[in-house]
T-cell receptor, first 115, second 111 residues
Framework: NAGVTQTPKFQVLKTGQSMTLQCAQD?????MYWYRQDPGMGLRLIYY???????DKGEVPNGYNVSRLNKREFSLRLESAAPSQTSVYFC??????????????FGEGSRLTVL | QKEVEQNSGPLSVPEGAIASLNCTYS??????FFWYRQYSGKSPELIMF????GDKEDGRFTAQLNKASQYVSLLIRDSQPSDSATYLC???????????FGPGTSLSVIP
């Protein structure tokens, strides 16, 4: 059972380049999330998707776009990377049933450096 | 004002002591509250959740919720060096499905 898989794990970009972070979950969850984590800042919500076909802005959406391709996959795109987007990015999914309803399941994180 | 605030760290406690972590939130419509633990370089993992006012205990961990004061806390009894991590408070307004985290509190348990 893979849980939440995100790729790539590491990426170095030059300012102005574009890239897409991929995320897939195999737990049949409706909700998926993208967060960024900077030192001392906790997890800040970039975008989320409550169900297939819907996406909503979080706390820090500027400079990002997302696509909920299907129930399993939720991708995050940086169209023109900036050094301020250097961060660790986490994808997560959330289910409403199970022993701990509402729990977020996280991927391993993607470390992005923009030069 | 941030939607979710936590007591600033780092917090240091001796082994065997009680560690107290606090979290306040601004949205009165928040309904679900979670505590995650994150070790350095790792993903967050859920350790406690609470939905109703009062206390909820699970082993050495106790979560406390006071919706009137918009306050949620986590107590760790008999703290161990393995508890040294960053603790993140998360708040959900279920109708919006939006999960907001606080900035985290770094806990260090000294042997």
């Amino acid at each position: 059972n893979a849980g939440v898989t995100q790729t790539p794990k590491f990426q170095v970009l030059k300012t102005g380049q574009s890239m897409t972070l991929q995320c897939a979950q195999d737990m049949n969850h409706n909700s998926m999330y993208w967060y960024r984590q900077d030192p001392g800042m906790g997890l800040r919500l970039i975008y989320y998707s409550a169900s297939e076909g819907t996406t909503d802005k979080g706390e820090v959406p500027n400079g990002y776009n997302v696509s909920r391709l299907n129930k399993r996959e939720f991708s995050l795109r940086l169209e023109s990377a900036a050094p301020s987007q250097t961060s660790v990015y986490f994808c997560a999914s959330r289910g409403l049933t199970g022993p701990r309803p509402g729990e977020l399941f996280f991927g391993e994180g993607s470390r992005l450096t923009v030069l | 004002q941030k939607e979710v605030e936590q007591n600033s760290g780092p917090l240091s406690v001796p082994e065997g002591a009680i560690a107290s972590l606090n979290c306040t939130y601004s949205d009165r419509g928040s309904q679900s509250f979670f505590w995650y633990r994150q070790y350095s370089g790792k993903s967050p993992e859920l350790i406690m959740f609470i939905y109703s006012n009062g206390d909820k205990e699970d082993g050495r961990f106790t979560a406390q919720l006071n919706k009137a004061s918009q306050y949620v806390s986590l107590l760790i009894r008999d703290s161990q060096p393995s508890d040294s991590a960053t603790y993140l408070c998360a708040v959900i307004r279920t109708s919006y499905d939006k999960v907001i985290f606080g900035p985290g509190t770094s806990l260090s348990v000294i042997p």
